[in-house]
C-alpha cells in the first residue's frame, strides 16, 4: 500500500500568486476498503473563499473524499494540498491544526453535553474547565454574533432541535479556527426555512473568505449556492461545473450516467371509498409525553396522501400504530370494515391480515434482517404463507422461485436470492422491501422514508412501483421529511407538527414555503 | 442504651474497613467505564495486586514497595485487558471475565510456587504493613460523649489507605467533572466519533482512563493484603469486585453517589458478621449462609427495582472503529 508522498518530493516553485492558489487540490486520490475502490485518481480543485458543492448518488464516493480531506481516513494513493502546500493530513488533529472543519451527515456531538462543552470539546482552552468555559465562551459568542450562529450554550445537546445542533457543528469548527468548512448532507434534517438560515450563514462564511465544499444530493441547493460543483459517480469525479452554466438536468445525468426522469407521471385516477379512516387517535409514549395528538384523517382506494414533517413530530408512531407494531391507546381506526379499538389486541400480522402493507421508515431496524439472505427477507412477515410450504416444512425450491420472480420485476441488483442483504446497497435494500411488501397486493400501503439514502437511480425506479400500485386502486400513506417527495407524489398532504396535524391541503395548492411553515409550527392553515 | 450506641460505633468502624477495596474499586470502575471500556476485571485486578503487594513486601519489607509493585501488577492486567479489547477491538466481558480467571488462577499457583503455603503468603509483621494512624491530640476527643467516641472510634485510628480511599472519591469527582481531561473522558465513553473528530485520540483517551484504573485498584488490592489483611490468603477478594461494580451502578457512574452505595454494601456485610449466631425476635438464629449472602440479595434488589434508570455512558462496551 502507498501512502501519501512527503512533502520533500515537491519542491516546485508554484508560478501563480498565493491568492490565485486553490484553498484545496486534491491529486489522484484512491481509497480501497478490502474489494471496493470507494475513490479512483480522484482530482478535485476548489477556489478560496468560494461554496464548491460535490454530488453524486449514495456510494459515489463523496463523504469518503471528505473524510480523507479531513483525515479520518488514510488515501492509499494521492497527494492534498492547501493553498500550494503539499501536506500530510494523517489525522483530524493535523487536519484541524491545518485549518480544516467539518460538519458530518452524522452530528459529532455529545448528546449529555451542553452546547458549550460540545463546542469546546478539542479545544478547551484551559486543563481545568471552568477558566477554560468562560474564555472559550467569550470567543464562541463573538462567532455567533458574526454569523448569526445563535444557540443556547447553556442547554443539553439532547434537548436541542437538529437546526441547533448543526450551528454547534458549524461553531465547534470555528472554535478550532477553521479556514475550510466541510458539510456533509447539512440539509438532510432541515426544513427549509432553516435550510435557509443555513445558507445564509454559509454565505456570510463566504464573505469572510471561508473555503466551503457542499456535499448534498439535492440538486436544487446546488444550483442556489454553489459558486463551482463536481459530480461524482462510482468513485470518480465525472464533471466540473461552474454553477451558473449548468442545469438540474445536467447534473442528474452526469450523476446516474443516463437521462433521468426528474418529475413523475402520476395517474390520474378518480378516488374511490375510504378504506382507512383514522378518528381521533391520541398517543401518550413510554416517558409520558403526548407524541400524537387527536389525529383524524380518512385514506381514500387510489389515494396518495402525504404526511409532511420535521423528523420526530409523531410520524413515526403513527405508522407504528397504524401497522400493528404499537398498541392503539385512544381514538379508532378503521380498515374497509374493521374497526380497532383502544387496547384491542392489534399486531402486525392481523394488519397483514387486513390487507396492511408497511414500508418501515428504517429499513435496518424494522425492514430487513441484514445478515439474512434474499430469499429470508423477501418473505418476512409473510412466511406463514403456504405457498411457501410443502407440509410444515419450508420450501426452499418454491421460495426461490418466488423470490428470483421477485428481484428480477423489482430490479434490485445483484439479481441474487442467496446473497445476504446486508450487503446490497441502501437502494436496493429499499427496492427488496418495498417489492415485497407490494407483492402480497396489499389495499393499503403504509411507505415511511422511502428514499431515505437512496440513489436517484432507485428512486425513480421507488416513484414508478408506486406509482403503478396506485393505479392498481391501493391507498398509500406517505411519510417523508423530503418535501419535494411529498408534493410530487401526494394527491393530498397533510402536515403534523408536534403530534398534531397542523395542516391539511391539496397537493396542486401546495407550495414549499406554506408547507415549511406548517411544518415548524409557525402558522395553521 | 449505652450498649446499643457502643454497637452502631463497631458497626460503623467495620463499615468503613469493608468499604475501603469496594471504594477504590468502585473508583476504577468510574474511571474505566466512563470511557466506554466495560471493566468487570475489577475483581481480578484486585486479587491479583492483593498477591502482588503482599509477595513483594515479604521478599523486600517495605510495604510502600509492595503497594507500588501492586499498583504495577493491576496497571498491568488493565493494559491486557486495553490491548484485546481498545487495540484489538475484543469483547470487554469477555476480556474482563479472562483476567479475573487469570488472576484466581495465577494468584494461587504462582503462591504454591513461591511460598508452599497452599496458596497463602507468610505473615507479614506489623512493621511490613501499613497499621492504623494514631492520632495522640485525639485521645483528648474521647473526653466530649458520644461526639468524641464516634470520633475516635469512627473516623480515627485507620490505616492510611482508608483516609487515601476517600481522598479517592474527590480525585474522581474533580477529574472527571472539573478538568479538560475529564470533559474528554466522559466524551469519549459517550460518543467516541465526537472526540475523535475533534482531533484527540480515542486510543489514547481509552488507555489512560484504565491505567487511571489499573493504579486504583491496585489501591485496593493493597489495602486487603498489607493493610487491612497481613498476607494474602486464596481468593482473597472474594466477589469484592463485582459488589464494588454494582455500587458504582447503583451510583449512577457518579462518584459522590457510589461512595454510599459503598458504604451501604460495606455495613450491610458488616451487619451480617454482626448477626451471625445472634437470636433474633420471632425468626430465631439466623444462619450464617443467609447474612452473608444479604449484600448480594439487596444488590440484585436494588439493581433490579430500586435505582430507576440507570443510564450507562453511551458507548460503553463498543470497541470504536473508523472505517466500518
Not at chain 1, 438560515?197 to 450563514?201: E, N, W
Not at chain 1, 470518480?236 to 438540474?248: H, R, W
Not at chain 2, 509483621?125 to 501499613?130: D, G, I, V, Y
Given at each position: 500500500?502507498?501512502t501519501?508522498?512527503?512533502?520533500?518530493?515537491?519542491?516546485?516553485?508554484?508560478?501563480?500568486?498565493?491568492?490565485?492558489?486553490?484553498?484545496i487540490?486534491l491529486?489522484?486520490?484512491?481509497?480501497?476498503?478490502?474489494h471496493?475502490?470507494?475513490n479512483?485518481?480522484?482530482?478535485?480543485?476548489?477556489?478560496?473563499?468560494?461554496?464548491?458543492?460535490?454530488?453524486g448518488?449514495?456510494?459515489?464516493?463523496k463523504?469518503?473524499?471528505?473524510?480523507?480531506?479531513?483525515?479520518?481516513?488514510?488515501?492509499?494513493t494521492?497527494?492534498i494540498?492547501?493553498?500550494?502546500?503539499a501536506?500530510?493530513v494523517?489525522?483530524?488533529?493535523?487536519?484541524?491544526?491545518?485549518?480544516?472543519?467539518?460538519?458530518h451527515?452524522?452530528f459529532?456531538?455529545?448528546?449529555?453535553?451542553?452546547?458549550l462543552?460540545?463546542?469546546?470539546?478539542?479545544?478547551?482552552?484551559?486543563?481545568?474547565?471552568?477558566?477554560?468555559?468562560?474564555?472559550?465562551?467569550?470567543r464562541?459568542?463573538?462567532?455567533?454574533?458574526?454569523?448569526?450562529l445563535d444557540?443556547?450554550?447553556?442547554?443539553?445537546?439532547?434537548?436541542?432541535?437538529?437546526?441547533?445542533?448543526?450551528?454547534?457543528?458549524?461553531?465547534?469548527?470555528l472554535?478550532?479556527?477553521?479556514?475550510?468548512?466541510?458539510?456533509?448532507?447539512?440539509?438532510?434534517?432541515?426544513?427549509?426555512?432553516?435550510?435557509i438560515?443555513?445558507?445564509?450563514?454559509l454565505?456570510?462564511?463566504?464573505?469572510?473568505?471561508?473555503?466551503?465544499?457542499?456535499?448534498?444530493h439535492?440538486?436544487?441547493?446546488?444550483?442556489?449556492?454553489?459558486?463551482?460543483?463536481?459530480?461524482?459517480?462510482?468513485g470518480?469525479?465525472?464533471?466540473?461545473?461552474?454553477?451558473?452554466?449548468?442545469?438540474?438536468e445536467?447534473?442528474?445525468?452526469?450523476?446516474?450516467?443516463?437521462?433521468v426522469?426528474?418529475?413523475?407521471?402520476?395517474?390520474?385516477?378518480?378516488v374511490?371509498?375510504?378504506?382507512?379512516?383514522?378518528?381521533?387517535?391520541?398517543?401518550?409514549?413510554?416517558?409520558?409525553?403526548?407524541?400524537?395528538?387527536?389525529?383524524?384523517?380518512?385514506?381514500?382506494?387510489g389515494e396518495?396522501?402525504g404526511?409532511?414533517?420535521?423528523?420526530?413530530?409523531?410520524?413515526s408512531?403513527?405508522l407504528?400504530?397504524?401497522?400493528g407494531?404499537?398498541?392503539?391507546?385512544?381514538?379508532?381506526?378503521?380498515?374497509?370494515?374493521?374497526?380497532?379499538?383502544?387496547?384491542?389486541?392489534?399486531?402486525?400480522?392481523?394488519?397483514?391480515?387486513f390487507?396492511?402493507a408497511h414500508?418501515?421508515?428504517?429499513?435496518?431496524k424494522?425492514?430487513?434482517?441484514?445478515p439474512?439472505?434474499?430469499?429470508?427477507?423477501?418473505?418476512?412477515?409473510?412466511?406463514?404463507?403456504?405457498?411457501?410450504?410443502?407440509?410444515?416444512?419450508?420450501?426452499?425450491?418454491?421460495?426461490?422461485?418466488?423470490?428470483?420472480?421477485l428481484v428480477e420485476?423489482?430490479?434490485v441488483?445483484?439479481?441474487?436470492?442467496?446473497?445476504?442483504?446486508?450487503?446490497?446497497?441502501?437502494?436496493?435494500?429499499?427496492?427488496?422491501?418495498?417489492?415485497?411488501?407490494?407483492?402480497?397486493?396489499?389495499?393499503?400501503?403504509?411507505?415511511?422514508?422511502?428514499?431515505?439514502?437512496?440513489?436517484i437511480?432507485?428512486?425513480?425506479?421507488?416513484?414508478?412501483?408506486?406509482?403503478?400500485l396506485?393505479?392498481?386502486?391501493?391507498?398509500?400513506?406517505?411519510?417523508?421529511?423530503e418535501?419535494?417527495?411529498?408534493?410530487?407524489?401526494?394527491?393530498?398532504?397533510?402536515?403534523?407538527?408536534?403530534?398534531?396535524?397542523?395542516g391539511?391541503?391539496?397537493?396542486?395548492?401546495a407550495?414549499?414555503?406554506?408547507?415549511?411553515?406548517?411544518?415548524?409550527?409557525?402558522?395553521?392553515? | 442504651?449505652?450498649?446499643?450506641?457502643?454497637?452502631?460505633?463497631?458497626?460503623?468502624?467495620?463499615?468503613?474497613?469493608?468499604?475501603t477495596?469496594?471504594?477504590?474499586?468502585?473508583?476504577?470502575?468510574?474511571?474505566?467505564?466512563r470511557?466506554?471500556?466495560?471493566?468487570?476485571?475489577?475483581?481480578?485486578?484486585?486479587?491479583?495486586?492483593?498477591f502482588v503487594?503482599?509477595?513483594?513486601?515479604?521478599?523486600?519489607?517495605?510495604?510502600?514497595l509492595?503497594?507500588?509493585?501492586?499498583?504495577?501488577a493491576?496497571?498491568?492486567?488493565?493494559?491486557?485487558?486495553?490491548?484485546?479489547?481498545?487495540?484489538?477491538k475484543g469483547?470487554?466481558?469477555?476480556?474482563?471475565?479472562?483476567?479475573?480467571i487469570?488472576?484466581?488462577?495465577?494468584?494461587?499457583?504462582l503462591?504454591?510456587a513461591?511460598?508452599?503455603?497452599?496458596?497463602?503468603t507468610?505473615?507479614l509483621?506489623?512493621?511490613?504493613?501499613?497499621m492504623?494512624?494514631?492520632?495522640?491530640?485525639?485521645?483528648?476527643?474521647?473526653?466530649?460523649?458520644f461526639l468524641?467516641?464516634?470520633?475516635?472510634?469512627?473516623?480515627?485510628g485507620?490505616?492510611i489507605?482508608?483516609y487515601?480511599?476517600?481522598?479517592?472519591?474527590?480525585?474522581?469527582y474533580?477529574?472527571?467533572?472539573?478538568?479538560?481531561?475529564?470533559?474528554?473522558l466522559?466524551a469519549?465513553?459517550?460518543?467516541?466519533?465526537?472526540?475523535d473528530?475533534?482531533?484527540?485520540?480515542?486510543?489514547?483517551?481509552?488507555?489512560q482512563?484504565?491505567?487511571?484504573?489499573?493504579?486504583?485498584?491496585?489501591?485496593?488490592?493493597?489495602?486487603?493484603?498489607?493493610?487491612h489483611?497481613?498476607?494474602?490468603?486464596?481468593?482473597?477478594?472474594?466477589?469484592?469486585?463485582?459488589?464494588?461494580?454494582?455500587?458504582?451502578?447503583?451510583?449512577k457512574?457518579?462518584?459522590?453517589?457510589?461512595?454510599?452505595a459503598c458504604?451501604l454494601?460495606?455495613?450491610?456485610?458488616?451487619?451480617?458478621?454482626?448477626?451471625?449466631?445472634?437470636?433474633?425476635m420471632?425468626?430465631?438464629?439466623?444462619?450464617?449462609?443467609?447474612?452473608?449472602?444479604?449484600p448480594?440479595?439487596?444488590?440484585?434488589?436494588?439493581?433490579?427495582?430500586?435505582?430507576g434508570?440507570?443510564?450507562?455512558p453511551?458507548a460503553?462496551?463498543?470497541?470504536?472503529?473508523?472505517?466500518?
Open positions: 500500500m502507498k501519501i508522498e512527503n512533502k520533500e518530493g515537491n519542491e516546485t516553485p508554484d508560478p501563480l500568486p498565493s491568492s490565485n492558489r486553490p484553498a487540490e491529486k489522484n486520490i484512491t481509497k480501497r476498503f478490502g471496493v475502490v470507494a479512483s485518481h480522484v482530482n478535485l480543485k476548489v477556489r478560496k473563499g468560494t461554496i464548491h458543492g460535490i454530488v448518488e449514495n456510494g459515489a464516493g463523504s469518503t473524499l471528505m473524510n480523507i480531506l479531513f483525515g479520518l481516513y488514510k488515501p492509499d494521492g497527494m494540498f492547501l493553498n500550494g502546500q501536506v500530510d494523517n489525522s483530524p488533529e493535523k487536519s484541524i491544526a491545518l485549518g480544516i472543519g467539518m460538519v451527515q452524522h459529532m456531538l455529545v448528546p449529555t453535553f451542553t452546547v462543552e460540545n463546542a469546546m470539546l478539542g479545544n478547551e482552552g484551559s486543563m481545568l474547565l471552568k477558566s477554560g468555559e468562560e474564555l472559550v465562551l467569550d464562541l459568542k463573538v462567532l455567533s454574533e458574526n454569523y448569526g444557540v443556547d450554550f447553556e442547554a443539553i445537546i439532547s434537548d436541542t432541535p437538529v437546526g441547533m445542533q448543526q450551528r454547534v457543528e458549524i461553531l465547534k469548527a472554535n478550532r479556527g477553521a479556514k475550510i468548512l466541510i458539510l456533509d448532507e447539512p440539509t438532510g434534517v432541515l426544513t427549509p426555512q432553516e435550510t438560515r443555513l445558507f445564509d450563514i454565505t456570510s462564511l463566504r464573505e469572510q473568505g471561508v473555503t466551503i465544499v457542499l456535499i448534498t439535492k440538486l436544487k441547493e446546488i444550483m442556489s449556492i454553489t459558486d463551482t460543483v463536481s459530480v461524482m459517480r462510482g470518480k469525479v465525472v464533471a466540473n461545473f461552474s454553477t451558473e452554466k449548468t442545469s438540474p445536467e447534473l442528474a445525468e452526469n450523476m446516474v450516467g443516463r437521462k426522469l426528474l418529475s413523475i407521471n402520476k395517474p390520474t385516477l378518480k374511490g371509498n375510504p378504506v382507512l379512516k383514522v378518528k381521533n387517535v391520541c398517543h401518550e409514549s413510554k416517558d409520558g409525553v403526548n407524541v400524537l395528538k387527536d389525529i383524524s384523517f380518512d385514506l381514500k382506494e396518495i396522501l404526511i409532511a414533517g420535521v423528523a420526530g413530530n409523531g410520524q408512531e403513527l407504528d400504530i397504524l401497522s407494531i404499537e398498541t392503539l391507546q385512544r381514538g379508532q381506526i378503521t380498515f374497509n370494515d374493521k374497526t380497532i379499538l383502544p387496547y384491542q389486541d392489534w399486531n402486525s400480522k392481523k394488519a397483514r391480515d390487507g396492511v414500508v418501515p421508515e428504517d429499513r435496518h424494522r425492514g430487513l434482517v441484514l439474512f439472505y434474499n430469499y429470508e427477507n423477501s418473505i418476512l412477515g409473510y412466511h406463514r404463507n403456504k405457498e411457501y410450504y410443502s407440509g410444515f416444512l419450508m420450501d426452499k425450491r418454491k421460495i426461490f422461485n418466488f423470490v428470483d420472480d420485476n423489482f430490479d441488483r445483484p439479481r441474487s436470492s442467496s446473497i445476504s442483504s446486508g450487503k446490497l446497497s441502501g437502494g436496493n435494500q429499499q427496492k427488496l422491501v418495498l417489492a415485497r411488501e407490494i407483492e402480497c397486493n396489499p389495499k393499503i400501503l403504509l411507505v415511511g422514508q422511502p428514499t431515505r439514502g437512496v440513489d437511480g432507485a428512486i425513480e425506479r421507488i416513484y414508478e412501483d408506486l406509482m403503478k396506485k393505479s392498481k386502486g391501493t391507498a398509500i400513506l406517505l411519510v417523508s421529511v418535501l419535494d417527495e411529498i408534493m410530487s407524489l401526494s394527491d393530498r398532504i397533510i402536515v403534523m407538527n408536534q403530534g398534531s396535524i397542523v391539511e391541503t391539496n397537493s396542486s395548492d407550495t414549499e414555503l406554506d408547507l415549511g411553515k406548517m411544518m415548524s409550527g409557525l402558522e395553521k392553515v | 442504651m449505652l450498649e446499643s450506641f457502643q454497637l452502631i460505633i463497631s458497626l460503623l468502624d467495620s463499615t468503613i474497613r469493608i468499604a477495596p469496594l471504594i477504590f474499586c468502585a473508583m476504577a470502575g468510574i474511571f474505566s467505564e470511557s466506554g471500556i466495560i471493566d468487570i476485571g475489577l475483581e481480578g485486578k484486585m486479587l491479583l495486586s492483593a503487594a503482599a509477595t513483594a513486601t515479604f521478599l523486600t519489607g517495605s510495604p510502600i509492595g503497594l507500588f509493585a501492586a499498583i504495577f493491576s496497571c498491568s492486567a488493565s493494559l491486557i485487558h486495553g490491548f484485546a479489547c481498545i487495540t484489538n469483547d470487554q466481558v469477555i476480556s474482563g471475565l479472562a483476567i479475573n487469570l488472576a484466581s488462577g495465577l494468584t494461587i499457583t503462591g504454591i513461591l511460598f508452599s503455603r497452599g496458596g497463602q507468610p505473615p509483621t506489623s512493621e511490613q504493613r501499613f492504623p494512624i494514631e492520632f495522640s491530640f485525639l485521645d483528648q476527643m474521647s473526653i466530649v460523649p468524641g467516641d464516634l470520633f475516635v472510634e469512627v473516623i480515627a485507620h490505616n489507605l482508608v487515601l480511599s476517600v481522598l479517592a472519591v474527590f480525585f474522581t474533580y477529574v472527571i467533572f472539573k478538568t479538560r481531561f475529564g470533559l474528554r466522559r469519549v465513553g459517550e460518543k467516541p466519533e465526537a472526540v473528530t475533534a482531533g484527540i485520540s480515542v486510543i489514547k483517551m481509552r488507555y482512563s484504565i491505567l487511571i484504573a489499573g493504579m486504583l485498584c491496585g489501591l485496593a488490592g493493597a489495602y486487603l493484603s498489607i493493610a489483611g497481613a498476607g494474602f490468603g486464596r481468593e482473597m477478594s472474594a466477589g469484592k469486585g463485582y459488589i464494588a461494580l454494582a455500587a458504582m451502578i447503583f451510583g457512574w457518579n462518584p459522590i453517589p457510589s461512595l454510599f458504604l454494601f460495606g455495613f450491610l456485610e458488616a451487619l451480617g458478621v454482626r448477626l451471625e449466631g445472634v437470636e433474633l420471632w425468626i430465631g438464629e439466623v444462619p450464617v449462609q443467609v447474612m452473608q449472602a444479604l448480594y440479595v439487596l444488590t440484585v434488589v436494588l439493581l433490579a427495582g430500586f435505582i434508570k440507570a443510564r450507562a453511551g460503553i462496551g463498543v470497541p470504536y472503529s473508523k472505517e466500518g
